[in-house]
């Protein structure tokens, strides 16, 4: 049988691919390859949501603010509710992270977006939070929880209304050159297109080998988070997300309980993610720590992978030595809050060959997030 073909076949159907998709879908043929049957079944799906202007690497950070736009006016029919609820973010620090608190300040964009309180203020905000342990903290005002599902499932909507097609439930397991196309094999059929889009989170490093491209040092992390009842006597919905400046441990309200993690960043391989035991129990006791809570109870955990390469910065950008084949990965802890811009980049790319010019006010620099960085020094 003859393979299928398009303009462009997109590997992974999480937020990176999705996104992608639908600001390709207007203007080519394409194809969006999923091997769960539940998109967004992996990393997209076991975020903490949050949007914040300030967290993350300089390009991570531009991106950020470059998709807030996207979040806050998306297209006409994409969302039924909003997709950015407002949540400040309290950057806290103990006496020891007074230093870190001052670097962090001391960054210009950083300095934009937050203000200075002591730790009386933090408590008036969270007032779990054990006063004596703080120096004070930073407020992000204009941070919010992202409506993770609604934004996910708006993108794959968007792409079958454009006329895309979306392959679930098949895992790609060959890529090879033929013709001048790129040939993908999957259980359910074999494709071809002259580009191949990498959105394979976890696993891109194996789908660029099995294009026979050159590994960009993909290193999957994983992060745990549980979900705790808050203490009768308090009613945490407008409480801030509480971060370690430190990235020790964070919480935020969610849906009537408190998810809470201790930013683990375990190395592993790719897989289905599990919580294990002992980073449940250091998750209730960085909480018991720095709050008056005392957990008696863990009400649900899991875990995910936050995937980075060298720099902590996506890779978004064609292969210089594998022609057509493009990498959109290392989205990190940063891929829901960065998704409108990255997907608007990488489109850009592959349309014209040239990124959004407009994304660039933002300080979204090419030569930051294009694969050869990775491969400079080799
Ligand atoms: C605990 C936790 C908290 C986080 N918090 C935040 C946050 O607050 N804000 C934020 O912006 N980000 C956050 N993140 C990060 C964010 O979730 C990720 O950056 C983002 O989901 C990455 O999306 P992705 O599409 O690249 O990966 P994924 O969602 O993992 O999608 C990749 C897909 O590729 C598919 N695939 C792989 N190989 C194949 C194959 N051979 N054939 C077919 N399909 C394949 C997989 O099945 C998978 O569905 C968090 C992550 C974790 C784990």
């Not at 992270?97 to 950083?110: I, T």
């Not at 099995?210 to 590994?215: C, D, I, M």
């Not at 993610?273 to 449940?280: G, R």
Request: hydrophobic fraction near 40%; include cysteine.
């Amino acid at each position: 049988m003859a393979d299928t073909s398009y303009d462009i076949i997109i590997i992974g159907a999480g937020m990176a691919g999705a996104s992608l998709g639908a600001e390709l879908a207007a203007h080519r043929n394409i194809l969006l390859i999923e091997r769960e049957e539940q998109p967004g079944y992996h990393s997209t799906g076991r975020s903490a949501a949050l949007f914040s202007e300030i967290y993350g690497s300089k390009a991570v950070r531009a991106l950020s603010r470059a998709s807030k736009a996207f979040f806050e006016n998306p297209p006409e029919g994409f969302a039924e509710a909003p997709l950015l609820n407002p949540r400040g973010t309290m950057f806290v620090a103990t006496p020891l992270q007074a230093e870190a608190l001052d670097g962090l300040k001391a960054q210009p964009d950083v300095a934009a977006h937050t203000r200075w309180i002591s730790a009386k203020e933090a408590v008036s905000y969270c007032p779990v939070l054990k006063e004596d342990a703080l120096i004070g903290a930073l407020y992000e005002d204009g941070s919010a929880d992202i409506d993770v599902h609604g934004l996910h499932q708006g993108y794959l909507k968007d792409i079958r209304r454009k006329g895309g097609d979306i392959q679930t439930g098949t895992t790609v397991s060959e890529i090879k050159k033929q013709s001048g196309n790129w040939r993908v094999t999957t259980g359910a059929g074999c494709y071809s297109a002259p580009v191949v889009v990498n959105a394979a989170g976890a696993w891109a490093d194996e789908i660029g080998t099995l294009a026979g491209a050159r590994s960009i040092g993909l290193k999957p992390k994983r992060r745990t988070a549980i979900l705790v009842a808050p203490p009768p006597e308090h009613n945490p919905a407008n409480w801030p997300m509480v971060m370690d400046i430190g990235e020790e441990f964070y919480f935020k309200p969610d849906a009537g309980h408190l998810l809470v993690s201790p930013c683990d960043e375990t190395e592993t391989s790719a897989c289905d993610a599990q919580a294990e035991e002992l980073d449940v129990a250091i998750a209730a006791d960085r909480l018991m720590t720095a709050t008056s809570i005392n957990v008696r109870r863990i009400e649900h955990r899991w875990a995910g992978l936050r995937s980075f390469v060298a720099d902590r910065t996506p890779v978004a950008g064609f292969d210089k030595d594998a022609e057509g084949f493009f990498w959109l990965a290392g989205q990190g802890g940063y891929g829901i809050q960065t998704a409108p811009a990255l997907a608007r980049f990488a489109a850009g790319l592959i349309l014209t060959g040239e990124p959004d010019p407009a994304l660039k006010v933002f300080g979204v620099i090419e030569n930051a997030l294009k694969p050869d960085r990775l491969w400079a020094n080799v």
